[in-house]
């Protein structure tokens, strides 16, 4: 119950489409939903989040899209580049502890 | 800004051995954490830090030890090594008292145990 699950494991996507990125959660409980983006060698990196009460945040060229009945949430990149090339995880809070998801690894290319 | 600085970036060590990796942040945060990041099983939490003086266990600490040495610092120390525990080891840190919100990473320390 306390899984988060990402989907797919890799994307490849040509510039300046979109790549969507899912996670599905079990546990009604968490109350923050976070992305990390991770660039080889590098640590992961806040790139956006939201909170169940609200259905879609964007922010530029990322966006969440949340379905609280459906218990799953997903970022779309809109106009794709090849500097978002990186890895990309989904993670859920609740009080005590952040779980992530496994990661997409997205590759744009031009 | 440095934000969180972790030493070493790399290590070899053979099994048995010990090491206590070392992590620094310079945001007056108040949590750390500690995280292990393998293959295709996403970042697990080993232990974190609400504030200083307090440490709890994450989803994976047998085998681990933390210190949080004062509000900058939270080390992970390895007892004995094993080769499960041959991993990319990360450090975080945030504002609030263990709210587990809006983490900086470090770069990671990549640990090879043989």
């Known amino acids: 119950q306390q899984q988060v699950k990402q989907s797919p494991q890799s994307l490849i996507v040509q510039k300046g489409g979109i790549s969507i990125i899912n996670c599905a959660y079990e546990?009604?409980?968490?109350?923050?939903f976070p992305w990390y983006q991770q660039f080889p060698g590098k640590g992961p990196a806040l790139l956006i989040a939201i909170r169940p009460d609200v259905s879609e945040k964007k922010e530029g060229r990322f966006t969440i899209s949340f379905n609280k009945s459906a218990k799953q949430f997903s970022l779309h990149i809109m106009d794709s580049q090849p500097g978002d090339s990186a890895t990309y995880f989904c993670a859920a809070r609740n009080t005590d502890k952040l779980i992530f998801g496994t990661g997409t690894r997205l590759q744009v290319f031009p | 800004n440095a934000g969180v600085t972790q030493t070493p970036k790399f290590q070899v060590l053979k099994t048995g051995q010990s090491m206590t990796l070392q992590c620094a942040q310079d945001m007056n945060h108040n949590s750390m954490y500690w995280y292990r990041q393998d293959p295709g099983m996403g970042l697990r939490l080993i232990y974190y830090?609400?504030?200083?003086?307090?440490?709890d266990k994450g989803e994976v600490p047998n085998g681990y030890n933390v210190s949080r040495l004062n509000k900058r610092e939270f080390s992970l120390r390895l007892e004995s090594a094993a080769p499960s525990q041959t991993s990319v080891y990360f450090c975080a840190s945030s504002v609030g008292q263990g709210a587990h919100l809006a983490l900086h990473f470090g770069n990671g320390t990549r640990l090879t145990v043989t």
């Open positions: 546990n009604t409980a968490f109350d923050y």
């Open positions: 830090s609400a504030s200083e003086g307090t440490t």
